[in-house]
């Protein structure tokens, strides 16, 4: 019961990293935890390629620690289309689909990746309704509010 | 990824065989291992639906897997419980009756090969029907004093082995996505989604396998079943299970099944002939439609392996390594071929290589960035 109770309120300090994902914003210790056992994460290196445009997506990629930058197939510099940094997530679109990817993300400084798996997100999808639907909640605002950014700058 | 536009060529087939044939080789080795971790995952891909429940439900990860695993484990040490007074009360007269059937069936199967001969003048020739007789009568004579203690001593040397499989099923039920993470972790960056996805592929393939095996089990059960009663054979639906838990083992558990009831019937029925010829075509019948329909499509179609490939790998597996071999070569052909059709993929693709070297030359140049200052 102890264990329990110190396992649920105490958290390990990657989260306070996860915490500042918008996705995991409104997620409790204990369903932070259900969600960290499924990611992966991973280190890049400056310059280091995450994925290519127009390759097979299968994941999502929150971004904990550095930038990446979401560019135009091998035009890191003439083809920027965006500049995400740490709090943030790319390739949200794979969760939904199997789609391919609509840029390339490279790694603008080194920095650390979180990364959830398709499958994996459709089994939290089974396994944790609360989770889930919160999860699910928030990749909508996201969605919704990179699709009015872009109108927005259509219109302008 | 390994998809049905991206097969594997005719090299990958190659290692894909040769790897299957080593690993057959190597797992007849640890048997007393490999059998336990195999049935630990049966029985994770049978519990794995009921835990997803629990979980919904409420319940933690954790004690899901012990709720489930822990009842199989109680079930099961029940039953022994209540068995073993029951079996050692009743193994004498067991004893008597399975050697009863077993004189009734050889004599039954003499009497077959005496007609046949009767018709077939070349079969007078070829001696067949004495060197049988002697097969049978030496099998007869000792199965009280050596087959049957040997069979009951070897299903009990099996017992503390598979007491493994409900601990390796707790732990496949709780540790899973921790396994897939581990795995994961080991992978360059560049070929990492593709891992992911081949990961999934493997869990699915082996899932589809094992529950279309157990469905095709349960099928022969009820056609053998419904089939035996209908012909009026006595404890037809125990006989049909008997016999579709048999015909698990390729070839020769439909033989040892058919062999069963043919005996049951001849010693239950020793005037009617008929009977066991009705009962040896039920036996080819259910055969048939499980080779040519049902297997295909429920466990050929799961892994998607060619009948004759499928086939041919069988004879493969039992030169190699027996029964066992027989039991283990498609699940393995088929890990091995989903495994070896990703790494193909991988292998082939020039762009997720050369990301791969570009990533390892990022690193050594960061390495040996304050080497050079």
Same mark, same amino acid.
């Given at each position: 019961?102890?264990? $329990? ?5 105490? $958290? ?7 915490? $500042? ?23 890049? !290196? ?34 920027? !289309? ?75 | ?53 629990? %979980? ?48 009734? @069936? ?48 070897? =299903? ?30 080991? %992978? ?37 079943? @419904? ?27 439909? =033989? ?7 005996? %049951? ?109």
């Amino acid at each position: 019961m102890l264990l $329990e109770f110190v396992k649920k309120h105490f $958290e390990p300090p990657h989260f306070a990293a996860l915490r $500042e994902i918008s996705l995991f914003a409104e997620l409790s210790t204990g369903e932070l935890r259900t969600v960290d056992n499924l990611l992966h994460q991973r280190t890049y !290196i400056q310059d280091e390629i995450v994925f290519d445009e127009g390759e097979q997506g299968q994941a999502v990629y929150f971004i904990l620690q550095g930038k990446v930058l979401v560019c135009r197939q091998g035009r890191p510099v003439d083809g920027v !289309i965006a500049e995400i940094s740490a709090g943030e997530c790319f390739g949200e679109l794979a969760l939904l689909d199997d789609v391919p990817r609509m840029a390339q993300v490279r790694a603008a400084e080194n920095c650390t990746l979180a990364v959830l798996f398709r499958n994996d997100f459709l089994n939290l999808l089974q396994t944790h309704s609360v989770v889930s639907s919160k999860l699910s909640l928030q990749l909508a605002r996201l969605i919704g509010s990179r699709l009015r950014g872009a109108v927005y700058r259509c219109v302008v | 990824m390994a998809s049905n536009n991206e097969s594997a060529g005719p090299i990958t087939w190659c290692a894909i065989i040769g790897i299957t044939c080593m690993l057959l080789l190597l797992f007849k080795q640890i048997l007393w291992l490999v059998l336990p971790i195999l049935l630990g995952f049966v029985l994770y891909y049978l519990l794995s639906p009921m835990a997803k429940r629990l %979980v919904l439900a409420g319940a933690s990860v954790e004690t899901a897997a012990m709720a489930l695993s822990g009842t199989f484990l109680l079930v099961l040490g029940g039953w022994l419980l209540v068995m073993y007074p029951w079996v050692m009360a009743n193994a004498e007269e067991w004893q008597s009756t399975s050697l009863r059937y077993l004189v009734r @069936g050889s004599s039954a199967l003499e009497n077959i090969l005496t007609g046949l001969q009767r018709k077939f003048s070349f079969l007078q020739n070829a001696d067949l029907e004495e060197s049988l007789r002697q097969s049978l009568h030496a099998i007869v004579s000792q199965f009280s004093g050596k087959h049957f203690s040997t069979a009951i001593l070897a =299903l009990a040397g099996w017992l503390p082995s598979l007491l493994l499989t409900p601990l390796i099923t707790y732990f496949l039920l709780r540790d899973v996505s921790q396994l897939r993470k581990f795995v994961a972790s080991a %992978v360059p960056n560049a070929y990492f989604e593709k891992t992911l996805y081949l990961i999934h592929a493997l869990d699915r393939t082996a899932r589809l396998f094992f529950i279309g095996l157990l469905k095709l089990a349960a099928l022969d059960a009820l056609f053998l079943s @419904g089939g035996l009663w209908i012909l009026g054979v006595p404890s037809a639906l125990l006989l049909g299970i008997i016999a579709a838990v048999l015909g698990l083992i390729p070839y020769l558990g439909p =033989l040892l099944g058919c062999a069963l009831a043919v005996m %049951v019937t001849s010693t239950d029925f020793p005037s009617a002939t008929s009977l066991v010829y009705w009962v040896i075509g039920l036996f080819g019948l259910v055969r048939v439609v499980d080779d040519f329909l049902l297997m295909p499509y429920i466990i050929g179609k799961s892994m998607r392996i060619h009948p004759l490939l499928t086939l041919l790998m069988f004879v493969v597996g039992e030169a190699i390594a027996g029964v066992v071999g027989l039991m283990l070569v498609i699940p393995i052909l088929g890990i091995v071929m989903v495994t070896g059709e990703t790494a193909e993929v991988i292998f082939r693709d020039t762009r997720l290589r050369a990301r791969h070297v570009f990533a390892r030359r990022l690193r050594q140049r960061l390495d040996e960035q304050d080497l050079s200052n």
